[in-house]
């Protein structure tokens, strides 16, 4: 027996293009779009005093129905860099609606989706949108974990995503 979704939205997500990133050469940069040590995409500053631009590269953003589940929202807390807003969605997704989405990979049977995809706005059945969660700080997707149905068979993943510090967290 398999668990829907109840009253399910739809969550617009930008999948991070690993291969598009890796290929940028941002200047003054080691030749890739990543962080070398980090593994994450640069900030490339377009002049000596501008400010950085993320060297990110996306695929076409996907919409995928799911039912919606807000944590914390801008959730007020204070560093030393001044407040940064904590935000936490989860999504509860339908594997049918992957793979019926292209979603799924045919070779392991599991989600395409990975961390550090974006989610870029929640809409309603008549594409109205709900929340958008503007970039930067942007919602990113920080865990993927299967779900099982009343007979054991995997039905839906749950994505829980966060927004990006935006500053110093804490002293070093």
């Known amino acids: 027996m398999k668990v829907r979704l109840v009253r399910p939205l739809v969550a617009e997500i930008a999948q991070l293009d690993t291969v598009a990133t890796?290929?940028?050469?941002?200047?003054g940069a080691a030749a890739s779009g990543y962080d070398p040590d980090f593994k994450e995409p640069v900030l490339a500053s377009p002049s000596p005093e501008g400010a950085g631009v993320s060297q990110r590269q996306e695929k076409p953003t996907v919409r995928v129905p799911a039912q919606v589940e807000f944590g914390p929202f801008e959730q007020l807390r204070q560093a030393f860099s001044g407040n940064l807003p904590d935000s936490r969605v989860v999504l509860v997704m339908d594997f049918d609606d992957l793979d019926r989405l292209g979603l799924?990979?045919?070779?392991?049977?599991?989600?395409?989706l990975r961390p550090n995809?974006?989610?870029?706005?929640?809409?309603?059945?008549?594409d109205e949108v709900i929340e958008a969660f503007p970039d930067?700080?942007?919602?990113?997707?920080?865990?993927?974990?299967?779900?099982?149905?009343?007979?054991?068979?995997?039905?839906i993943v749950l994505a829980f995503a966060n927004e990006r510090e935006q500053g110093l967290a804490r002293g070093i």
């Open 22 to 27: 890796e290929a940028i050469d941002p200047p």
């Open 104 to 112: 799924i990979d045919a070779g392991g049977n599991e989600t395409l």
């Open 117 to 126: 995809d974006r989610v870029v706005q929640i809409l309603n059945a008549r």
């Open 136 to 155: 930067p700080p942007g919602m990113f997707i920080t865990e993927l974990r299967p779900g099982h149905g009343l007979d054991a068979d995997r039905n």
